[in-house]
T-cell receptor, first 113, second 116 residues
Framework: EDQVTQSPEALRLQEGESSSLNCSYT??????LFWYRQDPGKGPEFLFT???AGEEKEKERLKATLTKKESFLHITAPKPEDSATYLC??????????????FGQGTTLQVKP | DGGITQSPKYLFRKEGQNVTLSCEQN?????MYWYRQDPGQGLRLIYY???????QKGDIAEGYSVSREKKESFPLTVTSAQKNPTAFYLC???????????????FGPGTRLTVL
């Protein structure tokens, strides 16, 4: 069964303390891995798409990387405004025509000043 | 500005009532999706539509219904048959399907439904 698991469930950092969020998946023939940021009470905001192992994408303090079994979202020198829930989703080959995504439960990040 | 709008932001439903959640997009996207989000769970797919006048059930379609009469609009009705409808509902759209690239889904702001 295709699955996505994110860890940790919650992460508390001090401002400036770099760390990484993990997204593990059990999909063969990945058609895309997606990272989103979600603020409380709001819809997810698209961050990155990764398609191939070894691919990396960067945006401000965030960098997403992809291997054959997992993706990492690295947060460098985070600020309090980076506090949010980060969602990971994958698209399996069986969903290539429908665009269906499988979502993980998310990692809630809190950055304290 | 192009985007996805959902209304209302908050909705209260009495037992036995049907309610309809609105979702509109002006991104010219072909595919649209409805998700349900509950605390501690990943987003779960309710219904999706890849083209006007066609839609398919997702993983948790029981107690819900949809229509897709226009490309821009994909309303979701939560019927009285849905036994636990209190949740945060998210609508999303996607530009293309079946091609590598352009597979990102973009989300609306959500509707929080509470059963009284």
């Amino acid at each position: 069964e295709d699955q996505v698991t994110q860890s940790p469930e919650a992460l508390r950092l001090q401002e400036g303390e770099s760390s990484s969020l993990n997204c593990s998946y059990t999909v063969s023939g990945l058609r895309g891995l997606f990272w989103y940021r979600q603020d409380p009470g709001k819809g997810p905001e698209f961050l990155f798409t990764l398609y191939s192992a070894g691919e990396e994408k960067e945006k401000e303090r965030l960098k997403a990387t992809l291997t054959k079994k997992e993706s990492f979202l690295h947060i460098t020198a985070p600020k309090p405004e980076d506090s949010a829930t980060y969602l990971c989703a994958v698209q399996a080959p069986s969903s290539s025509n429908t665009g269906k995504l499988i979502f993980g439960q998310g990692t809630t990040l809190q950055v304290k000043p | 500005d192009g985007g996805i709008t959902q209304s209302p932001k908050y909705l209260f439903r009495k037992e036995g009532q049907n309610v309809t959640l609105s979702c509109e997009q002006n991104l010219n996207h072909d595919a649209m999706y409805w998700y349900r989000q509950d605390p501690g769970q990943g987003l779960r797919l309710i219904y999706y539509s890849q083209i006007v006048n066609d839609f398919q059930k997702g993983d948790i379609a029981e107690g819900y219904s949809v229509s897709r009469e226009k490309k821009e609009s994909f309303p979701l009705t939560v019927t009285s048959a849905q036994k636990n409808p209190t949740a945060f509902y998210l609508c999303a759209s996607k530009r293309t399907s079946g091609r590598l690239g352009g597979n990102e889904q973009f989300f609306g702001p959500g509707t929080r439904l509470t059963v009284l």
